[in-house]
Structures are given as structure tokens and as C-alpha cells.
């Protein structure tokens, strides 16, 4: 956590014989009056829980703006700037690295913002409308009834740190945020679960604890990541140097490396310092045996992939108009999650574990990559033809494994049950970039190992948390 849940001051609520809040009782009484068939149908949506939607809308950004932008008329490529974000390309391009950034930063403040509303919740104990008044949701099954206290509103609370948040990193999705709030908002009092007190309270205390995360986004060395020809020039350099192949683009015109100093991004479940050290040791060197028998194992995959291997390629593929890696995996945990009945402040710390595990295994992903600058298989040998296009960064380790690893054990924590199938999906992911002509087997294994170790950090940070 960034915030202690006492740091920003909720003032206490007005009394429920209050003239004030019998108006907002009333308010929501004439909400629930003549409900048209899609004003229940957002009702329905938002209620099946808070912080499973707006996950969904976060996956669903992440995959309109991951998208690579087209060249300029020299052959250079023009790159998003969060400075002018509507110029195009508009910022940001949520390649893998970002997205995994996005992720981590939303979830991370909306548990924050939670564990700062139940501490008020239960300072002030101020029971929902329909415990206050028995016509208030008398006749509709839409909320489920619970005695727990209503003020601050977590939904207002998830809103209110989730727009804000969102607005910081996407810029351009300002109305469509907003139009999110509110439809959020009508859903909490025309369900009955709030008041408008309840939901101005949380909505303020839910922007006031994005204020922390947004000021943390601003100075995590995330607005470095893109560097510059020179920086480039000197990593391939560096790697010559060392008496190695560096890798380069293999797009006509060469396209821009994605992000090289996006490993060096603070992390969230460690220091900078343990980034390094989690730098996976050397790959093959490339002009070695081991190189020229991996690199003809990729070419053997390729060359006979079956109906099976291709379809598992296509499944993991997560490229250009996707949610990315990261964000399937979100998917895939948000399936898992609404079989547990999870309350939303459960909801919320499960996705933080989660996606800050899989934003620092970016981050020690991309840290490894351009320290070692290794190329991709279809470099080594140009007869490798990729299945689903070709990555603009090296290829030792795999960001697929790496995040797949990650995700594997901190889910494998939260579900045991799941365990063996977690592991699994890992070993299909991680086999898909082989199938695909897109990695060595080495970048696969180490990439697993390098995923399991981060993913240990996000696990102990879950047993001394408080929360179990």
C-alpha cells in the first residue's frame, strides 16, 4: 500500500433523521420509480461487481490503443507523447510493458482506495438506504441486502480513484471515463445500495488516493522508457563489443525498439536494486553450438506445427488489437474470480497482487532484454518464417513466459485449487512463442524462472499484507 487508510479526512455523515438525508432517501425512492428496461440493464452490469467492470473497461482500452503506429514519410516512426496525446500516434500505445504498467497502477490504488473506505465505514457505521427505509428496495432483487455500512460508497470509491487513474493514462479516453462514472454512479443509488452522501464521500476519497499513485506514475521513470537513436545506437554497440550478434529490427523501414529502458521502472514488490538481481544470467552466445542447435529448433517447429500447435499460437498470440499478455491474463483470472464470490475489497487486492507482479516481471523482462540485446530466431536464420508477425525488441527472455510465470504463481496462491491448471496454461503460453517462430528455447525456460521469481515477491507480499 502507498497510503495509510487514515491519511485523507472523510467527515462524518449527517444523522439518518437528518432532513438532509431523508431528501436523499427520497432521491433514491424516485430513482427506483418507472426503471426503463436499459436503465436495469446498467444496474444489472455494474452491480455483478464494481471492480470486475471497470478491469473489464481497462482491458478494453488497452486493446483499442494497442495498436503500432504507421511510418512517417522518411522512414522513421513517430512515437506517442503523453505531453500532446491526441497528436498521433495518440498516447499512449499500449504495447505489453505499458499495458502491464496500466494494469498494476489501477489495481494497486483501487485496493488503497478500498482499505481507506472501510476504515471509515466502520469509524462511521451508517447503514444503506434500505436499512433506513423499508420501501427503498422492497420489490427488486437487483443488489443483494447486507447490514455492512454504506458510507463511504465503495462503488463511489472504485469510481472515483479508477477515472482519475484512467485519465492519467489514457488521456483521450476522458469522456468515455466519465461516461463510465456515471453510469456507475446511477447504478449505486438507483439500486439502493447509497445515498448521494455515501457516494460523494467515496468518490472524493477515491480521487484523493489516486492523487498518490498519479504523482508515484510521474517520477517511476516510465516517461524514459523510449530513449533515443543515439541510446539505441550505443546498446547495439555495447553488444558488438562483447563479440555478439545485437539484434535489430527486421521491419522495412526498421522500426524503433520497444521501450529499452523500461526496466528501469520502479517496481512496486521491490526495490530497483533487486531488479537487477533478478536479471536473468547470460543467453547462448551467438556464435556458439547451443545457438546454432536452438536456432534449428525453432526453424524444426515451424516447419511442422500441427492443427494443435497452431491453435494454441493463435489462442496466446495477444498482439496488435489485444489485450496484450498481461491483460489475458487478466481475463483469465476474472473468470476464476467470479466463481469465488469475492467481496470487492478481496476483488480488488487479488487483481493489485496480480497485475504488480506481472508490471515488475515486465520490468525485469525488458531490464533483461536490452542488457543482453539478443536477436530473434528469424535474424539467425532468415529462412524462419514467424506466424504471427515479429516482435520490435530482442528476444532473450520471453515476455510471454516471463508474465505467464508471474501470473502463474501469485493466482496459484490466491487459488490453490487452480494450481495444476495455472501451470499449464503457463507451459502452453510459453511454447506458443516456440511454435510461432518468435523464441528460443532458452529464452522460454529462463523466461518461466525469471516470472517465478517475481511472482514469489507478489506471494509475500500477499502473507504479510494483513489481509489473510
Known amino acids: 500500500m502507498l497510503t495509510r487508510p487514515d491519511t485523507f479526512a472523510v467527515a462524518a455523515p449527517a444523522a439518518i433523521t437528518a432532513g438532509g438525508y431523508i431528501g436523499e432517501l427520497n432521491e433514491v425512492k424516485g430513482l427506483q420509480q418507472n426503471i426503463s428496461g436499459s436503465q436495469k440493464a446498467t444496474i444489472e452490469y455494474w452491480c455483478a461487481g464494481n471492480a470486475l467492470r471497470w478491469n473489464e473497461t481497462m482491458r478494453e482500452l488497452v486493446a483499442k490503443h494497442n495498436l503500432a503506429p504507421y511510418q512517417n514519410e522518411d522512414g522513421t516512426y513517430p512515437i506517442p507523447n503523453s505531453l500532446n496525446p491526441f497528436n498521433y500516434p495518440e498516447f499512449p500505445f499500449s504495447n505489453p510493458p505499458y499495458a502491464a504498467r496500466a494494469y498494476a497502477y489501477v489495481s494497486a490504488a483501487q485496493y488503497d482506495a478500498l482499505v481507506a473506505c ?164 547470460p543467453p547462448p552466445s551467438t556464435s556458439s553450438d547451443q545457438m546454432k542447435k536452438e536456432t534449428q529448433e525453432v ?92 516482435p520490435n525488441f530482442p528476444s532473450y527472455i520471453s515476455g510471454h513466459s516471463t508474465f505467464s510465470a508471474a501470473a502463474c504463481v501469485t493466482l496459484s496462491h490466491i487459488i490453490p485449487a487452480r494450481e495444476a491448471d495455472y501451470k499449464a496454461m503457463t507451459e502452453e503460453a510459453s511454447l506458443s512463442r516456440l511454435y510461432a517462430g518468435l523464441h528460443y528455447r532458452s529464452d522460454i525456460e529462463v523466461g518461466k524462472d525469471v516470472g517465478n521469481s517475481v511472482g514469489a515477491y507478489a506471494v509475500q507480499r500477499a502473507l504479510t499484507d494483513g489481509a489473510e
Open 299 to 390: 526453424y524444426d517447429e515451424v516447419n511442422s506445427n500441427n492443427r494443435d500447435h497452431l491453435a494454441i499460437v493463435q489462442f496466446w498470440a495477444d498482439g496488435a488489437g489485444t489485450y496484450t499478455p498481461p491483460g489475458h491474463w487478466n481475463s483469465i483470472a476474472c473468470e476464476d474470480f467470479l466463481q469465488q464470490n469475492y467481496s470487492e475489497v478481496r476483488w480488488a487486492r487479488n487483481l493489485a497482487l496480480l497485475n504488480m507482479a506481472m508490471m515488475d516481471a515486465a520490468i525485469v523482462c525488458w531490464n533483461t532484454k536490452y542488457f543482453y540485446f539478443n536477436p530473434r530466431p528469424s535474424q539467425m536464420d532468415p529462412r524462419i518464417k514467424t506466424l504471427t508477425g515479429l
Open 118 to 281: 472501510w476504515y471509515y465505514k466502520k469509524l462511521y457505521s451508517r447503514l444503506a438506504p434500505y436499512k433506513n427505509d423499508s420501501t427503498i428496495n422492497a420489490n427488486t432483487t437487483m443488489i443483494a441486502k447486507t447490514d455492512l455500512p454504506s458510507y463511504p460508497s465503495e462503488a463511489a470509491v472504485l469510481a472515483g480513484v479508477t477515472a482519475e487513474m484512467m485519465k492519467m493514462l489514457f488521456p483521450t479516453e476522458i469522456a468515455t471515463v466519465n461516461q463510465k462514472l456515471v453510469d456507475a454512479q446511477y447504478a449505486a443509488l438507483a439500486s439502493g445500495s447509497c445515498v448521494r452522501s455515501d457516494w460523494t464521500a467515496g468518490e472524493t476519497l477515491g480521487r484523493q488516493i489516486a492523487s498518490v499513485f498519479i504523482a508515484r506514475g510521474k517520477t517511476d521513470n516510465a516517461s524514459k522508457a523510449v530513449g533515443s537513436q543515439p541510446q539505441w545506437d550505443s546498446i547495439a554497440n555495447a553488444t558488438a563489443a562483447r563479440g555478439e550478434i545485437p539484434w535489430h529490427s527486421l521491419e522495412t523501414p526498421a522500426r524503433n525498439p520497444m521501450l529499452p529502458f523500461f526496466g528501469n521502472v520502479r517496481p512496486f514488490l521491490f526495490d530497483s536494486l533487486t531488479t537487477i538481481a533478478l536479471r536473468a544470467g
